[in-house]
């Protein structure tokens, strides 16, 4: 069974960072682009970051940029997303998706582009 986990959300105070980490099982990741989408109450799922296949590029969102940080270790069939300087903005459920791609490509930015998806952590940014 093909399947993505998210952990690592929770509840953090401004300014306060977590790192969340995609899991993969079932299927290696090593052929598939992975991205970090998020969507808050009421508004539609949006990009945070991607990242490419061997990792050598990365996307970012503008809202996320200097603060987030994505990484992948593929020999532990995982991505993750490091979050600093975590504003209320920024709360959302968070979702990885993987999309399988030939080349060292990460730009992948719209939902419907991907393959499978996780069942998403929760971030809540409050005091």
């Known amino acids: 069974q093909l399947q993505l986990v998210e952990s690592g959300g929770g509840l953090v105070q401004p300014g306060g960072s977590l790192r969340l980490s995609c899991a993969a099982s079932?299927?290696?990741?090593?052929?598939?682009?992975i991205g970090w989408f998020r969507q808050a109450p009421g508004k539609e799922r949006e990009v945070v970051s991607c990242?490419?296949?061997?990792?050598?590029?990365?996307r970012y969102a503008d809202s996320v940029k200097g603060r987030f940080t994505i990484s992948r270790d593929n020999a532990k069939n995982t991505v993750y997303l490091q979050m600093n300087s975590l504003n209320p903005e920024d709360t959302a459920v968070y979702y990885c998706?993987?999309?399988?791609?030939?080349?060292?490509?990460?730009?992948?930015?719209?939902?419907?582009?991907?393959?499978?998806w996780g069942q998403g952590t929760q971030v809540t940014v409050s005091s």
């Open positions: 998706g993987a999309v399988r791609t030939v080349g060292d490509y990460s730009n992948y930015f719209v939902p419907d582009e991907y393959d499978y």
């Open positions: 990242i490419s296949s061997t990792g050598g590029s990365t």
């Open positions: 079932g299927f290696t990741l090593d052929y598939y682009v």
